[in-house]
């Protein structure tokens, strides 16, 4: 990989700079609330706030959506409605990216190379180019100044739900942001995420129908990653395919997720509809991005496996067991009775040994909305609860994947798939193919 100085530090300049223009954003938000507004009304003017600024907070603000009771329901429901695209940024950025990553002559290091982006979102944007080998590749270059960025958004995003503890305290965020920012700062290097890409290859090596991009090291630094073309239709194209291609679909996405958690204990943590593409026929489901990835330590999923056996059996004790190895403060009985109303509807279809959809016949736009709102209401009258770290994108990933499932309509035996991903499970097996993965790829 291509060692070159870095010119784009987190420099003190650059965060001044993107707290201003994020403050001017937010603005309208804030005389929103200065003039009386109602909570759908202020949450609808920070989403467009949100919207203009770009970048990391809008990235995080859309993160944190989707971590049930993380955020007032207002604005979990507003936030959702932010767009990961972003307009792509110009040729003579592409040109300064690529001179500073790969040298003077970068372009004749490629067959050709496309100025117009493929894909731009958040962070960065995806452009096509061809390698001397006659590959097609896909280059991902990082916009400037996200370091800097991130960590001005991170400080913005503090404040904001500092905003909402004020209102609703239902909630502690702390660990959950250092978390997010942990995350968002590893998405930031390209190198790092190059060995996520060989890491899933590694764990999914023995399923031939799941395919990752073939990282182009010696193309490669921190703030750009070249990367074999998988082409592919995104999930969104296969909705109206026969009900047997669908469930196909879904399948091979349980496999992709949950093999390398329960063998592992490694996630994809950024389930998004469009980091999945599938080959004519939906006979190959590529993974197209490996940004965000979480390595949990092996006692995690003590408690992913030793609570789904205990809610089988109705075990309260194993069930509390395993919300103390996932780091939960303060249990009692009460606190125990609302996080196992939210596990039952997490592990719900996993409990099932029979065909079924997700949400088993609820309708997608109500699916989980009334367990949420009454653990919202009965974690009220228990005062902040902490949501442990390494909870929250184990908990918001398997929310994403279900969201596929619901696009999908899959019909499937979710209990059985399960049941076959964690036999033989234990946590010394775990550990040692953990360590041997993530040492065989340099994590």
């Known amino acids: 990989m291509t060692d070159v100085p870095d010119p784009e530090r987190n420099r003190i300049t650059a965060r001044i700079g993107r707290v201003a223009r994020v403050g001017a954003n937010m603005s309208s938000a804030v005389g929103a609330r200065v003039m009386g507004a109602d909570q759908q009304a202020l949450a609808r003017a920070m989403r467009e706030a949100l919207g203009r600024s770009k970048g990391p907070l809008m990235k995080v603000a859309q993160l944190l959506s989707t971590i049930p009771d993380l955020l007032?329901?207002?604005?979990?429901?507003?936030?959702?409605?932010?767009?990961?695209?972003?307009?792509?940024?110009?040729?003579?950025?592409?040109?300064?990216?690529?001179?500073?990553?790969?040298?003077?002559?970068?372009?004749?290091?490629?067959?050709?190379?496309?100025r117009e982006a493929a894909a731009a979102a958040s962070l960065g944007q995806v452009h096509r180019a061809t390698s001397h080998d006659g590959r097609a590749v896909a280059c991902k270059l990082q916009y400037p100044d996200m370091t800097s960025a991130v960590e001005a958004d991170l400080g913005q995003l503090k404040t904001l739900l500092g905003v909402f503890k004020a209102m609703d305290g239902t909630i502690d965020s702390s660990e959950a942001i250092e978390e997010v920012g942990e995350r968002l700062r590893e998405e930031l290097d390209y190198a790092r995420e190059l060995k996520h890409m060989r890491l899933f290859a590694a764990m999914l090596a023995h399923e031939p129908r799941i395919k990752t991009p073939e990282p182009v090291q010696e193309l490669s630094t921190k703030r750009l990653l070249t990367m074999t073309w998988l082409d592919g239709r995104g999930l969104m194209h296969w909705l109206d395919e026969p009900q047997e291609t669908r469930n196909r679909i879904a399948e091979l996405l349980f496999q992709a997720w949950w093999g390398p958690m329960t063998h592992y204990g490694v996630i994809h943590g950024d389930p998004h509809l469009g980091n999945y593409a599938l080959t004519d026929g939906a006979e190959r489901l590529h993974l197209l991005d490996f940004g965000c990835v979480r390595i949990f330590p092996p006692r995690f999923l003590d408690g992913v496996v030793g609570l789904y056996r205990g809610l089988k059996v109705e075990d309260r004790d194993q069930v509390a067991h395993a919300y103390e190895i996932w780091g939960f403060k303060n249990l009692n009985a009460e606190l125990i009775d609302v996080l196992t109303m939210w596990a039952r509807f997490i592990y719900g279809p996993l409990l099932d040994d029979r065909v079924r959809t997700i949400a088993d016949d609820v309708p997608a736009a109500e699916y989980g909305r009334r367990e949420a709102m009454e653990v919202r209401r009965r974690l009220k009258t228990l005062g902040p609860v902490t949501v442990p770290r390494e909870f929250v994108f184990m908990d918001r990933a398997a929310i994403g994947l279900g969201a596929a499932f619901l696009h999908l309509r899959a019909e499937l035996n979710f209990g059985r798939m399960f049941e076959e991903s964690i036999a033989g499970f234990s946590v010394d097996g775990l550990t040692k193919k953990q360590k041997s993965a993530v040492t065989a790829v340099g994590l």
């Open 72 to 114: 007032p329901q207002a604005y979990a429901e507003e936030f959702r409605k932010l767009q990961a695209n972003a307009p792509a940024m110009g040729w003579p950025f592409v040109q300064r990216r690529m001179r500073a990553e790969l040298g003077e002559h970068w372009e004749t290091k490629f067959a050709s190379f496309e």
